[in-house]
């Protein structure tokens, strides 16, 4: 099993452009998330999953959507790149709220 | 709203040494506390959680937590280090139905040779 896979690892935007963030796991899981995480403060839950087609904001949702169309994967779309938004960004998935969460690679965000 | 303090920014130990990584939380209801390390240019991999039962919880590479309901406290211990233990350390937190993980802010272990 692959588990949870990134793509890109580093992408480099321009303020104002726009990019999907994909994430896909092979392990059946129902709940995914996405996280951001930023030196010094953590994760912060962006959005999550519980199952194809049901979404909810996290706690730092401004400035991104995310689609689950498919129980594997969930992509992230930046509309509107902006400074702020560089970070890294962390895809993870769950059996269920209790159990672990298994997390991607992470993907390197630069936004200048 | 539920909480984490990771009341250390940086612990350093000596190899061979016990070490105690420091979690404190808040929440509502009974929570579901877990830990995860993360090593450089990684994701995060899970190390052991606390969801009921025995407050002594062994997981992933010796480690062990105590979770104490009166403090609030599911600190991370290992009785002997290594300097593979050498990593940045997130204890969580969740509370009993929420689907919202929260995290602290990490704190870096570096085990000295």
């Known amino acids: 099993n692959a588990g949870v896979t990134q793509t890109p690892k580093f992408r480099i935007l321009k303020i104002g452009q726009s990019m999907t963030l994909q994430c896909t796991q092979d392990?059946?899981?129902?709940?995914m998330y996405w996280y951001r995480q930023d030196p010094g403060m953590g994760l912060k839950l962006i959005y999550y999953?519980?199952?194809?087609?049901?979404?909810d904001k996290g706690e730092v949702p401004n400035g991104y959507n995310v689609s689950r169309s498919t129980t594997e994967d969930f992509p992230l779309r930046l509309e509107l790149a902006a400074p702020s938004q560089t970070s890294v960004y962390f895809c993870?998935?769950?059996?269920?709220?209790?159990?672990?969460?298994?997390f991607g690679p992470g993907t390197r965000l630069t936004v200048t | 709203a539920q909480s984490v303090a990771q009341p250390e920014d940086q612990v350093n130990v000596a190899e061979g040494n016990p070490l105690t990584v420091k979690c404190t939380y808040s929440v509502s209801g009974n929570p579901y506390l877990f830990w995860y390390v993360q090593y450089p240019n990684r994701g995060l991999q899970f190390l052991l959680k606390?969801?009921?039962?025995?407050?002594l919880v062994k997981g992933s590479y010796g480690f062990e937590a105590e979770f104490n309901k009166s403090q609030t406290s599911f600190h991370l211990k290992k009785p002997s280090a290594l300097v593979s233990d050498s990593a940045l350390y997130f204890c969580?937190?969740?509370?009993?139905?929420?689907?919202?993980?929260?995290f602290g802010k990490g704190t870096k272990l570096s085990v000295i040779p």
């Open positions: 392990m059946n899981h129902n709940y």
């Open positions: 993870a998935s769950s059996y269920s709220d209790f159990y672990e969460q298994y």
């Open positions: 606390y969801i009921t039962g025995d407050n």
């Open positions: 999953s519980v199952g194809a087609g049901i979404t």
């Open positions: 969580a937190v969740s509370g009993a139905g929420s689907y919202q993980l929260t």
